[in-house]
Every structure is written in structure tokens, then in C-alpha cells.
């Protein structure tokens, strides 16, 4: 299983919650070389002030758990 596939694993298992709550999230890219996922909020998680929270506090944590060699999870601008 290559990053990609590892990566969109875990935001499978982070998308239920975040739908909960009306919103969404997909993979932007996996930059390699700084071990870090790009990722972009959609729904009523895109804009909330809550957003950098979900992304450091939950999906942040939960791919870090799952794959310890990404080191950061970032909102693409």
C-alpha cells in the first residue's frame, strides 16, 4: 500500500464524524518530502472557526496514530 492509499484509509475512517456535523474532508496532496498531508475541509467544516482544531485535535492526531511518519496535517489555502 503506497502513502496515497494509507492516507485516504485513514480519512475514510475520519469522515463520518466530520459528515456528522454536515461537513467533509479530501485528500489535496501528500507532500513527501516534509512528511505532510494537505487536506481541504468542504461542507459547513470549510470556514468554521472550529476547523484548525478538527484538523490538529482529530485528523491530525488519527493519521499520525495510523502512519507515524507523516508529521503534520495542514488546510490547503
Known amino acids: 500500500m503506497d502513502m496515497k492509499e494509507k ?3 485513514v480519512i475514510e ?3 463520518p464524524a466530520l459528515e456528522a456535523d454536515g ?7 501528500i ?3 516534509e512528511m505532510a498531508v ?3 475541509l468542504t461542507g459547513a467544516c470549510q470556514g468554521c472557526p472550529m476547523s484548525t ?4 485535535g482529530y485528523v491530525e492526531q488519527t493519521i499520525i496514530e495510523e502512519i507515524p511518519e507523516i508529521k503534520e496535517v ?3 489555502n
Open 53 to 56: 482544531m478538527t484538523i490538529k
Open 31 to 33: 507532500l513527501e518530502d
Open 7 to 9: 492516507v485516504n484509509a
Open 23 to 29: 461537513g467533509g474532508i479530501e485528500l489535496v496532496d
Open 38 to 40: 494537505v487536506v481541504n
Open 74 to 76: 495542514r488546510l490547503a
Open 13 to 15: 475512517r475520519v469522515r
